[in-house]
């Protein structure tokens, strides 16, 4: 994806942090959640990230961002998971998105798992890759495996600065084992530009004390789980973990070592197939159904009940226009196409019971 053919724009999160964000490709929005190590400019050019960035922006407006402390977002912002959160939030209502699939990979599924709990009426559907519920030191909280976390902490502040690569290789290797040395010195020097050894070793305490298992079973919207089986950054167990306590979740194991999915592996054109055909089909029902506003469901009452546009816009008091645009953005919600298939869909929901007044 060239650099000129996306738009690079900045808001401002909760506490003022500048957050910048990406938007490429048309079509329906595509919210990715921001992961460590981004930089939307950067990776528009990236031969590890740019064919996944590609393949999203194929059919949907992508929109990406980077966290705080990444990229072109404020070095200098303290990073907590209230925090990315709230730039999630920043971003999406920068846009004014109303509904939109949300994507999380790697720490940015846990993000995108809360945020999707906290506004069920937004997320369509939630697409998480290489993603955990439980940092490195919830899921393994043994004094080995803390001290283990330290030294990794500090060997990115000894060495993530520097111009020699070689500590940085070390973290490389954790997440691209099997790439080529292409894809390997792009992504030490992302890890380079990407952030500072001082805010890198900031990230990886407050990744290791992620915990949002308790959120998995408030999941309410379809959601898919990819996860390569053979990686280490994040076992594959963690994937079955949320896969396993999401309602209705679906788990698509992917045969390879890298905990980021490359364009030069067997496995990306199924990735590419499972992701794309989850994001065309049609929501199911109830889902479709929580993401209507409360003037949304109220309209879907009316025609439910058999009221024409002219009928809806004098009980409600509004202008025969303005029921129009609410029927379109409606029946979009729906994935309807015409009155009739959204009366039996509503009526089938439960809507239109009552007999207009």
Not at 249 to 277: C, F, G, I, Y
Request: proline fraction near 6%; include cysteine; charge should be negative.
């Amino acid at each position: 994806m060239p650099a000129d053919r996306q738009q690079i724009r900045f808001c401002r999160a909760a506490d003022g942090t500048s957050i910048a964000y990406a938007t490429s490709g048309n079509g329906p929005p595509l919210v990715k959640a921001a992961n460590w190590l981004s930089h939307v400019e950067f990776d528009a050019k990236s031969p590890v990230w740019s064919p996944m960035l590609r393949t999203l922006a194929r059919d949907h407006t992508l929109v990406r961002y980077d966290e705080r402390g990444c990229g072109l977002s404020d070095r200098d912002a303290e990073p907590s998971f209230e925090a990315w959160v709230r730039d999630l939030e920043a971003v999406v209502d920068a846009l004014e998105l109303e509904r939109f699939p949300l994507l999380g990979i790697s720490q940015g599924a846990s993000i995108a798992i809360a945020y999707a709990v906290r506004h069920p009426d937004r997320v369509e559907r939630l697409i998480l890759h290489g993603g955990y519920a439980r940092g490195w030191l919830r899921r393994d909280p043994t004094t080995e495996a803390r001290e283990e976390a330290e030294a990794t902490i500090r060997l990115a502040e000894l060495g993530w600065g520097r111009a020699n690569p070689v500590f940085r290789q070390y973290f490389t290797d954790q997440f691209i084992p099997d790439a080529t040395p292409e894809q390997r010195h792009w992504f030490n020097e992302l890890e380079r530009i990407s952030t500072t050894p001082a805010s890198a070793a900031r990230f990886m305490r407050v990744f290791n004390e992620i915990d949002v298992v308790d959120l998995l079973p408030r999941v309410a919207c379809p959601t898919l789980v990819l996860h390569c089986t053979r990686e280490h950054r994040v076992p594959f167990e963690e994937g079955k973990l949320i896969a396993s306590l999401v309602p209705d979740a679906r788990l698509v194991p992917l045969d390879s070592m890298n905990h980021v999915l490359l364009e030069t592996e067997r496995e990306w054109k199924r990735w590419q197939e499972e992701v794309l055909a989850f994001l065309e089909a049609p929501a199911p029902p109830d889902a479709a159904l929580a993401g209507l506003t409360a003037r949304e469901r109220e309209l879907l009452e009316l025609i439910a009940r058999g009221l024409d546009n002219a009928q809806v816009a004098a009980h409600l008091g509004l202008r025969e226009k303005t029921v129009r645009n609410h029927i379109t953005r409606i029946f979009a919600k729906l994935g309807v196409d015409n009155r009739a298939r959204a009366i039996v869909l509503s009526r089938d929901a439960g809507f239109g019971l009552r007999r207009a007044a």
